[in-house]
Nanobody, 125 residues
């Protein structure tokens, strides 16, 4: 079972950029489709972005499309989330996820294989 550790969160002002990283260990990283989710205070966790095993496929929530970019480096067992033009409504704990089935990220009730512990992103206005 793969283990995931996120990093890169912090406090930034609206309009700034931030890059999150998620390092994977304990599994064959290249066999997993990877995704990012977030959970704002008092709200349910929501999907942000996903990327296929060989980076040919990416999928974004409408709320972040054009501002966020997901990428991966299979040599470093790491997936990234580049966040630009951040807004106060992007404030949330961001979680990394892994699953061998890319299509699960399109299913809001799917159970994914692994989750990280989360990293907090706070965007001030």
């Amino acid at each position: 079972q793969v283990q995931l550790v996120e990093s890169g969160g912090g406090l930034v002002q609206a309009g700034a950029s931030l890059r999150l990283s998620c390092a994977a260990s304990g599994g064959t990283f290249s066999t997993y489709a990877m995704g990012w989710f977030r959970q704002a205070p008092g709200k349910e966790r929501e999907f942000v972005a996903a990327i296929g095993r060989i980076t040919l496929f990416t999928y974004y929530a409408d709320s972040v499309k054009g501002r966020f970019t997901i990428s991966r480096d299979n040599a470093k067992n790491t997936v990234y989330l580049q966040m630009n033009s951040l807004k106060p409504e992007d404030t949330a704990v961001y979680y990394c996820a892994a699953d061998r089935d890319y299509n699960k990220y399109r299913n809001p009730i799917a159970t994914l294989d692994a989750w990280g512990q989360g990293t907090l992103v706070t965007v001030s206005s």
